[in-house]
Nanobody, 129 residues
Framework: VQLQASGGGLVQAGDSLRLSCAAS????????MGWFRQAPGKAREFVAA????????YYSESVKGRFTISRDIAKDTVYLQMNNLKVEDTAVYYC???????????????????????WGQGTLVTVSS
C-alpha cells in the first residue's frame, strides 16, 4: 500500500508547481486526502485536505488563495496546484490518507496529522528568491 508523491522541484518565487499523489496497492477513493509539509528545522504542518467526493476542501491560512487541492477519483490521484510560490513554501510535501473520516470532517479534524493512516514518502519543493 503506497502513496507516491511527485512533482516537486526548484522554482523561483512567484512560480507555480503542481504536486501529484498517486495510490497503489489499495484504492484511496473513499479516503479523506491531505497534504502536509515540513520545512527544515520545523514541525510538519497541514497544508490542504479534500473530502472523498472532492466537493469539500480545507486549507491552512498560509496557502489559502494560492494553493488548490483537487482529486481525480478515476485515477485515484490527488493534486496540489501551487501558485505564486513564496520562499517560505520551501519544504518537503507529504500526501496522506485517512480511511476513517466522515464525509464532512471539518477543518480541525482534517488538519490533524494524527488522523491520517497512510503517508507518502514526500517530495521536495524549493523556492528561491
Amino acid at each position: 500500500v503506497q502513496l507516491q508523491a511527485s512533482g516537486g522541484g526548484l522554482v523561483q518565487a512567484g512560480d507555480s508547481l503542481r504536486l501529484s499523489c498517486a495510490a497503489s496497492g489499495r484504492t484511496f477513493r473513499r479516503d479523506l486526502m491531505g497534504w502536509f509539509r515540513q520545512a527544515p528545522g520545523k514541525a510538519r504542518e497541514f497544508v490542504a485536505a479534500i473530502s472523498r467526493t472532492g466537493l469539500t476542501t480545507y486549507y491552512s491560512e498560509s496557502v489559502k488563495g494560492r494553493f488548490t487541492i483537487s482529486r481525480d477519483i478515476a485515477k485515484d490521484t490527488v493534486y496540489l496546484q501551487m501558485n505564486n510560490l513564496k520562499v517560505e513554501d520551501t519544504a518537503v510535501y507529504y500526501c496522506a490518507a485517512d480511511r476513517n473520516a466522515i464525509l464532512t470532517s471539518g477543518l480541525p479534524y482534517s488538519s490533524s496529522e494524527e488522523n491520517y493512516d497512510y503517508w507518502g514518502q514526500g517530495t521536495l519543493v524549493t523556492v528561491s528568491s
